[in-house]
């Protein structure tokens, strides 16, 4: 099992950045991929990025984020980050950090389904 806390959410302005942390703990994530999805009201939870943690370059992105959020790990402190800029209205949403061995080689870092650590999430508000 992996305990995921997330941390960094809060109201912001449209344009504005943010950073979100996630503390991962309880075994090592050698073998790990992580990821951050969001879940908007009245939305089902949508594929944010992910990271395979043996190997940092190897980074994905959803379609709806990519060039402006940036995910990163942090071996050494068990921490990864989503770095977003230019955000958007659209971008509000509870963001949640996930993590499990997830196969290399297929897309299933896109599917909730493929993650079975979970942290309680944090709460993205960008106003216009």
């Known amino acids: 099992q992996v305990q995921l806390v997330e941390s960094g959410g809060g109201l912001v302005q449209a344009g504005d950045s943010l950073r979100l942390s996630c503390a991962a703990s309880?075994?090592?994530?050698?073998?790990?991929?992580l990821g951050w999805f969001r879940q908007a009201p009245g939305k089902e939870r949508e594929f944010v990025a992910a990271?395979?943690?043996?190997?940092?370059?190897?980074?994905y992105y959803g379609d709806s984020v990519k060039g402006r959020f940036t995910i990163s790990g942090d071996n050494a402190k068990n921490m990864v980050y989503l770095q977003m800029n230019s955000l958007k209205p659209e971008d509000t949403a509870v963001y949640y950090c996930a993590a499990d061995r997830v196969s290399y080689g297929s897309d299933r870092y896109l599917r909730q389904s493929s993650y079975g650590n979970w942290g309680q999430g944090t709460q993205v508000t960008v106003s216009s």
């Open positions: 309880g075994r090592s994530l050698s073998s790990y991929t």
């Open positions: 990271v395979r943690w043996w190997n940092p370059d190897l980074t």
